[in-house]
């Protein structure tokens, strides 16, 4: 009980402004699992927000950040942010200079996005992973 105050930014400096609208379809005291998925949610967010301040430690910071968040959308079974979170850490990865560190992370996600059926995630992945045996010369 009491009063709460949300406000709603967007991660994109030119995204234009807009009203929105917020329903509370349940209220109950948060479970285990929504601790879980916030604090993952909280880390693939914070990750995006490193890797745009594009510097090697905010890499390594967010890389970080989506290895932690992978793991518990894996353990919520959303395999969806899992292979997200996994790509994103092997294309950062690669930025690194980390290439055997980058399949690692591509080479988990790869089998995700097959299970999912999507193509196009299936498809970056697989362009991602060859272009780091091309640049391996493998």
């Known amino acids: 009980h009491g009063f709460y105050k949300l406000e709603v930014q967007s991660l994109e400096k030119t995204a234009p402004e807009g009203l929105y609208e917020l329903k509370v379809l349940e209220v109950r005291i948060g479970t285990e699992k ?3 998925k916030i604090e993952a949610e909280k880390n693939y967010l914070e990750a995006i927000i490193d890797y745009g301040k594009g510097t090697s430690e905010f890499y390594r910071n967010a ?22 979170s996994l790509l994103l850490a092997g294309f950062i990865s690669e930025n690194l200079g980390e290439k055997s560190v980058a399949l690692e992370f591509y080479n988990k996600a790869l089998p995700l996005f097959q299970f999912l059926n999507n ?20």
Not at 64 to 83: D, H, I, R, W
Not at 123 to 137: K, S, W
């Open 119 to 138: 193509k196009e995630q299936e498809a970056i992945t697989l362009n991602n992973i060859g272009r780091v045996y091309d640049e391996l010369n493998e």
């Open 63 to 84: 890389r970080e950040k989506l290895q932690n968040a992978s793991e518990l959308f894996k353990a919520m079974g959303e395999k969806v942010k899992e292979a997200d």
């Open 34 to 36: 929504d601790k879980q």
